[in-house]
Nanobody, 128 residues
Framework: QVQPVESGGGSVQAGDSLRLSCSASGPTFRYYVMGWFRQCHGKEREFVAAIRLSTGSTYVADSVRGRFDISRDNTKNTGYLQMNSLQPEDTAEYYC?????????????????????WGQGTQVTVSS
């Protein structure tokens, strides 16, 4: 079990970029799948992107593909969500989640139930 910790949220203008970070301690970091989700008030938690930390393979939701990118640095036990061309509809609480092992296909790691360990979240607010 790991405890993900997000950072990097904030308030930006439409068209700006932000990079969120998710760190987790422990020697087994690379054996996890890391996912990013977001949640607006009153809505369900929405999948954004996932990465297999051992190989770097990624899966990005259609809704943000081309604007958002997920990556990792295993030497720092940290994953990243790079968000470009932000729009007001991207405003949400962003959560990092992790699952040891995980499904072979990352497309099967796209619901909250697929993950065991969650961060506290970081708020992203995009104004027009």
């Amino acid at each position: 079990q790991v405890q993900p910790v997000e950072s990097g949220g904030g308030s930006v203008q439409a068209g700006d970029s932000l990079r969120l970070s998710c760190s987790a301690s422990g020697p087994t970091f690379r054996y996890y799948v890391m996912g990013w989700f977001r949640q607006c008030h009153g809505k369900e938690r929405e999948f954004v992107a996932a990465i297999r930390l051992s190989t770097g393979s990624t899966y990005v939701a259609d809704s943000v593909r081309g604007r958002f990118d997920i990556s990792r640095d295993n030497t720092k036990n940290t994953g990243y969500l790079q968000m470009n061309s932000l729009q007001p509809e991207d405003t949400a609480e962003y959560y990092c989640a992790m699952k040891q092992g995980g499904a072979y296909a990352l497309s099967r790691m796209s619901t909250p139930h697929d993950y065991d360990d969650w961060g506290q979240g970081t708020q992203v607010t995009v104004s027009s």
